[in-house]
């Protein structure tokens, strides 16, 4: 069974960094893309980042291209999303998903979520 | 960035009701389309890939058609675990982009 569990949102200053992490476990991890999406508190869906399985290709939304960077370590089966420069609109619940291939397409697979507060 | 857009953004319906969701895309997208389920509170589900595609586990009372740029999702028979959010999203090009969402109540 896939399964997905994130942890490490907490509530931050604006300006301060943040590392999340989402541990998997079930499948082999390398083999598949991986993404984080985020949802603001009462709004939609938002893709962040993903990173392509294998050579992990990173990708990034406008909205976090030089501040987030995706990350995954093997050893661990475990995806990181580290956030630097942190703003009021990066306030949200942050998913982890799972692709179903190696290379980035569709999600299949989905988190619990961990929520970021950032604010002063 | 390709921009999807959901109509109609709410609906309600009863137990048993046949309901449609229309998704557009703002550029041509052939059949990259996927569609979630939200129900509040709780981690998106996948439902449909390729436009059409069941995700393994999804009740066949889902179903869903289109390509290039007009989608729909369609759900027969609705039953009291269906009223939920529900959201279109593209993958033929990044950034990926979701529809805002279609919010399905109980009458």
């Known amino acids: 069974e896939v399964r997905l569990l994130e942890s490490g949102g907490i509530l931050v200053q604006p300006g301060g960094s943040l590392r999340l992490a989402c541990a998997t476990s079930?499948?082999?991890?390398?083999?598949?893309?991986m993404y984080w999406v985020r949802q603001p508190p009462g709004k939609g869906l938002e893709w962040v980042s993903a990173?392509?399985?294998?050579?992990?290709?990173?990708y990034y939304a406008d909205s976090v291209r030089g501040r987030f960077t995706i990350s995954r370590d093997i050893s661990n089966n475990t995806l990181y999303l580290h956030m630097n420069s942190l703003r009021d609109e990066d306030t949200g619940m942050y998913f982890c998903?799972?692709?179903?291939?190696?290379?980035?397409?569709?999600?299949?697979?989905w988190g619990l979520g961990t929520l970021v507060s950032v604010s002063t | 960035d390709i921009q999807m857009t959901q109509s109609p953004s709410s609906l309600s319906a009863s137990v048993g009701d046949r309901v449609t969701i229309t998704c557009r895309a703002s550029?041509?997208?052939?059949?990259?389309v996927a569609w979630f389920q939200q129900r509040p509170g709780k981690a998106p589900k996948s439902l449909i890939y390729?436009?059409?595609t069941l995700h393994s586990g999804v009740p066949s009372r889902f179903s869903a058609s289109g390509s290039v740029t007009d989608f729909t999702l369609t759900i027969s028979g609705l039953q009291p675990e269906d009223f939920a959010t529900y959201y279109c999203?593209?993958?033929?090009?990044?950034?990926?982009?979701f529809g805002q969402g279609t919010r399905l109540d109980i009458k």
């Open positions: 990173t392509s399985g294998g050579a992990g290709t990173p």
């Open positions: 550029q041509a997208i052939n059949t990259y």
């Open positions: 999203q593209q993958y033929n090009y990044f950034p990926l982009t």
């Open positions: 079930g499948f082999t991890f390398n083999d598949f893309a």
């Open positions: 998903a799972r692709g179903s291939s190696i290379n980035t397409g569709i999600i299949d697979n």
């Open positions: 390729g436009a059409s």
